[in-house]
């Protein structure tokens, strides 16, 4: 709530690799066909203009694919990675497992299997590269080996309940695995399913749904040769973020062992030799959180991020960067005086300095800290996101976007621009005209500055005005970035000028920012976004007669906020979103928010009803509304888009509820992806008649 098969087309880099086999095969048909029939110069002139560029279409999304995971090789020559795609006669999702050579030439597909790859990992030796997948009616995903000398991928392991991760050991002998316990009861030989019994004090989450279940997440050691399953560790505590020693000796890892975890964020690093029956090693005590270890290439040291509150609940917090002796001690906090979140961290290779993400301001860049002093240098920084970091010896191997352009591969060379390596998104741009998306800033109303981006429609005349919505991002925290956004690229399409706004709340702009509207929900980010709507207005291309508002999560929940506080807005789309806070008071899967940031409602009644006024005070609503959730959402639950929706259908207000059957807080399916965004165009149609 508050608090992310299409026909198979092979890629030009392929084809290039290829010719010469594509070029015997068209010579040796052209010899056996008799002679073509010349085609005037003009007519071929004519057949070969392109198609001229045109808005985007929700059947677009069934074109997109999704780039993710790259990994560098040992050698440093390729980088594997995975691509997800859509099929949309299956209406699901396949990945498969690419590898791309490091100067860009070559772009291969290594698996194709229906079942679908993913994490894919070399082997440091270099002999092998592995990956998860729940092929051959495997229960729960297992881990497959491809050799690089060529042939099929092989399974490797058979484990009830599947992998949920794993990583090789230095010298390429052993996996770490993580597992997750396996389900206690059998449910396919039960007809019935026993009542759930449910003792944890956070008892509910999206997508686990009841946590009823006596299960918990640990390491184990596996041998390749012998396929020996060793356990590391055991109890009723669960780890996570296992990593190697350069030396493959240990293991660092993270985990939560206070007396009852569900009632508090606090974890903490851990050291366990690598072998059965060692004993571990507390390293961080940091009443926080301590997370994403990190070895030295020596093996003395650990790079992590900590967050910078150490209150049982931290949800307005950012993570800053420390180091801290391998032996323990006291960190160094390298990143504290930034003032912005610092994540991903990974050493250079001369080990001195660590390499890290940074988000902020709309952006997201790429950084180095020395290790000594903190000094931070700036490696890859603009109009654009960073969004993954591997090294490739003394190169990195990142993600980018910007808002023109989906995640791609890219490297990141000393002293240089970014490199881009993989091009699987200029087959979807191709045929596309975008929106031009602009930052601005604007004022509100008690001088807050407030950064926002604003789409203009394809082909926007400058001397018109247009109809306008405003699109809030989800979290609180977290910021609307000079990324690729797919939703209000579609909404643009549309005819719509279209805003992201970065309220007070969202972060990328420092912690007292972001933190400001703890307990106090509904009133600062009102404030911050009808001011940037009024910066718009006068800007002169938005018609202020047809204006609409839509977001998901807390941007559904800021939705529900506007229109009971204003009645500017001609339409409205709320999703996953609530109107009563009161009613989910352990409802959802935000306890720990709810008692340490408004306090129970035993004891803090005026507060939860100062926050609810969406629908206590309903009858101010004037604003035709639809509201949208998913069936087994545990993040905002359904109950939240209902209330709202009852209220309005009492009320008089023109008003529908659309709820996505199986889905959770995020919409998955491609066909209900697609039908959002239809219901969508053809609300604010309705209500804001947008020109073509």
Known sequence: MLKSPSPFRLHPAFLRATSSL??????????????????????KSALAQPPAPRPMRPADLYRLPTVSDPQPSPDGKWVSYTMTTIDSLKDSRNSDIWMVSMDGSQDIQLTSSPDGESRARWSPDGRYLSFLSARQESKGSQVWLMDRRGGEGKRLTEIKGGVDDYAWSPDSRQLLLTLTDPDPEDTDKIKTAKPYVIDRYQYKQDVEGYRYKKVHTHLYLFDIATKKLDTLTKGSYDEESAVWSPDGSAIAFVSNRTEDPDKNE???????????????????????????????????????????????????????????????GTPRLLSQSLDRPVFTPRWSKDGKAIMALVEDDRRQYLASFSVTDGKMSKHADGDFVVNALESAGTDWVTLLSD??????????????????????????LGPLQLATVTPFQSHSDDGTLVSGIYYLPPGASPDKKYPFILFIHGGPVGQDAMSFDLSRQMLAAGGYVVAAVN??????????????????????EVIDLHGAVDYLVKQGFVDSSRMGVAGWSYGGILTDYLIASDTRFKAASSGAGTGFTLSLYGVDQYINQYNNELGTPWTSIDRYLKISYPLLKADRIKTPALFMSGEKDFNVPTAGSEQMYQALRTLGIPTELIIYPGQFHGISIPSYQRDRFDRWLVWFGKYLSPTP
């Not at 690093?269 to 090693?281: D, N």
């Not at 390293?283 to 030295?296: H, Q």
């Open 22 to 43: 594509f070029l015997l095969g068209a010579t040796t048909a052209a010899l056996a066909q008799p002679p073509a029939t010349t085609t005037p110069p003009q007519a």
């Open 266 to 328: 606090n974890s903490d690093i851990y050291i366990i030799t690598a072998k059965p029956g060692a004993t571990m090693r507390q390293l961080t005590d940091w009443k926080g959180s301590d997370n994403s270890p990190r070895w030295s290439p020596d093996g003395k040291w650990i790079a992590y991020t900590r967050s910078v509150s150490d209150e049982v609940y931290h949800m307005y917090d950012e993570p800053i960067l420390c180091v801290v002796s391998a032996t323990g």
């Open 403 to 428: 808002p023109k352009t989906p995640f791609e591969i890219y490297t990141v060379e000393t002293g240089q621009s970014p490199r881009r390596l993989t091009h699987h998104m200029d087959a979807f």
């Open 503 to 524: 309220y007070r709340g969202s972060s990328g702009r420092g912690l007292a920012y972001s933190k400001v509207i703890s307990g106090d929900w509904g009133n600062k």
